[in-house]
């Protein structure tokens, strides 16, 4: 007996069926790591349009370094050509191509994520080739990648409190560019793109930070020892590199005038190599231990096998023995050990030995071969999570306390920072600003006695929350002065300079920094002494402005380098925290 609610059932079901394989299919397609490194992005973009506040954090200032460039690359000068960089170019034109875009992101965030513009790209490449053979080792590679990427911190803290990380930023997009790096090595079976991966790497490295460029030069070097690079290949990268070097340098005159620079940093920073490698052992210590004990493990556990190569590729001349020799995987983890621990020579903050995690993997992915020696597998698993595990946990804790705390804080009032305003502190902070703000001014003979014997009125000055919202305050009321200024004489200042670290007034008052001023300018490590262009263009500043809210032993010093190309100025007081230098041209300014 027919029933004649059963073709309708039948289209039910097969309606059903329909539904059920479009949701099957598109959810294979949304948890693929291509789909999630998608997101990510867009999220990030997503996130920097919106009025983010972020809590203020330690030596918080750095961030407006990645201003001041950008409003001189908008105004027509050149990193490197037409001012002196503490480091590379690339990460202060990315930023500035990122600013045009979202005028309104959070400054903080937006510094750390300008280089998603690179790595984002790059990781997609390795994604795409490892995930054609295993989903899950493509996001045991990206998973960690984006914790890193995302979460703007640094691995070690430099300060009780919890707050953003605004420093040592090209650092950790460094870290980031040598995960890629040492993933793509490691995990990639396509050489051309592999070869593709690493000349854009290597060279992005290169104009980030010259100390990564490095250590990164290490990995790929050793990646060819081991056989992971064809000959072919590593000469077409290296063409490709000096190519795209050349290129830029008939262009714009920018990689001698970059070189130059590099040596002149390495004269001011001279030192010898041993105590800084010493510190940076020390301090990356809790990395270094597991990584070379899981090394040696390693090397241990598989000695017959290493000895059997090595003896191989001597006796018969081999290349391809010495490659499979070199390719060990203890061999790996120490030197990429041995380029981080040397990239780390020259930090302060950082995603320290981040990169390490691709090698683990490998490691990890062959533990099931030691399943007949329980032992060893037990001792390899452990170390490997001594090693993954403390930089991801770290950074996710310290974004964790830095967000989760900043719900109840209190938020800057200020009328003149423009995104610097979307920062919040606790109120104890709050309240020590407000005290502090009419200390300063009121004991500013005691903090001129201090300079004197070289002295800042504690070690951590920077680090301190209360000064860097001082600094923001003092910032804010000194651009009311300044217009109060302009307004009683009638006069506009075009050009405005800044005797301290960080010049962040010409971008927020929409004016122009003068050419050849050092950006990032610390006077002991970063700031060259002036020759004749950058005097005169000192001289020839509008306004020349010297915080005093403390004085410190820095702005002392930069002040004493420019004090001959400002004789001329007329100094007065432009308000509670702040002096200015006038350019004679304005007349009647006293």
């Not at 403390?390 to 109840?408: F, L, T």
């Not at 000064?467 to 300044?482: G, K, M, T």
């Amino acid at each position: 007996m027919l029933h004649p609610e059963r073709p309708a059932m039948s289209v039910a079901l097969n309606e059903n069926r329909k539904r059920r394989e479009t949701v099957s299919a598109a959810g294979p397609y949304l948890a693929s790591p291509l789909a999630i490194l998608a997101i990510a992005v867009i999220a990030v973009c997503l996130l920097l349009s919106l009025p983010v506040s972020v809590p203020i954090g330690p030596m918080y200032w750095d961030v407006y370094i990645y201003y001041d460039a950008a409003n001189r690359i908008f105004s027509g000068q050149a990193p490197i050509l037409d001012f002196f960089t503490p480091v590379g170019p690339l990460g202060y034109y990315l930023f500035a191509g990122w600013l045009a875009v979202f005028p309104n992101g959070q400054p903080a965030l937006m510094a750390h994520w300008s280089l998603l513009a690179v790595t984002a790209p790059l990781m997609a490449l390795v994604v795409w080739d490892v995930q054609r053979r295993s989903r899950i080792v493509a996001l045991a590679l990206l998973v960690p990648f984006l914790i890193f990427a995302l979460l703007p911190f640094n691995t070690r803290e430099f300060y009780p409190f919890p707050g953003s990380d605004a420093f040592g930023i090209y650092n950790r997009q460094v870290c980031q560019m040598l995960y890629v790096l040492v993933a793509a090595i490691l995990f990639m079976q396509e050489r051309r793109l592999l070869a593709v991966v690493i000349t854009l790497a290597i060279t992005a490295m290169f104009f980030l930070k010259i100390t990564g460029f490095v250590a990164g030069g290490i990995i790929a070097a050793y990646a060819f020892m081991a056989g992971r690079v064809p000959l072919r290949y590593a000469v077409a990268s290296a063409v490709a590199f000096f190519a795209i070097l050349g290129i830029l340098e008939i262009a714009t005159g920018i990689v001698t005038a970059y070189v130059r620079d590099i040596l002149l940093l390495v004269e001011m920073n001279s030192g010898t190599l041993a105590p800084r490698f010493l510190q940076s052992a020390s301090l990356n210590f809790g990395m270094l231990a597991p990584t070379g004990t899981l090394a040696l493990l390693l090397i241990w556990s598989n000695r017959a096998k290493l000895i059997g190569r090595a003896k191989g590729a001597f006796a018969r001349a081999s290349l391809v023995e010495a490659a499979a020799f070199f390719d060990s995987k203890a061999f790996w983890l120490l030197v990429v050990l041995f380029a981080g621990i040397l990239f780390e020579t020259q930090n302060t903050g950082s995603q320290a030995l981040v990169f390490l995690w691709p090698v683990v993997l490998a490691v990890i992915l062959g533990i099931g071969g030691m399943i007949s020696r329980p032992a060893l597998m037990i001792a390899v698993a452990g170390l490997s999570a001594a090693i993954s595990l403390p930089p991801a946990v770290a950074i996710a804790e310290r974004a964790a306390r830095a967000y989760v705390g900043g719900i109840k804080n209190t938020h800057l009032e200020a009328s003149n920072l423009k995104t610097f305003g979307h920062v919040n502190m606790r109120e104890e902070v709050a309240d020590r600003v407000e005290h502090m703000l009419g200390f300063y001014p009121e004991h500013r003979a005691l903090y001129d006695d201090m300079i004197a014997v070289g002295e800042l009125p504690t070690p951590v000055l920077y680090s301190d929350f209360d000064f860097q919202i001082i600094y923001l305050s003092a910032v804010d009321r000194a651009i009311d002065s300044i217009h109060a200024l302009e307004a009683a004489r009638g006069v506009r200042f075009e050009t405005i300079a800044s005797l301290n670290f960080v010049n962040p007034f010409p971008w927020l008052m929409d004016r122009r920094a003068p050419r050849h001023i050092a950006i990032g300018a610390d006077p002991f490590r970063a700031v060259p002494a002036p020759g004749s262009a950058e005097e005169t263009a000192v001289a020839e500043t509008d306004l020349v402005l010297y915080p005093t809210c403390p004085p410190t032993t820095a702005n002392a010093a930069l002040y004493k380098l420019y004090e001959p190309a400002l004789v001329k100025h007329r100094r007065i007081r432009l308000d509670a925290c702040y002096d200015a230098f006038v350019n004679p041209k304005f007349t009647g300014i006293e």
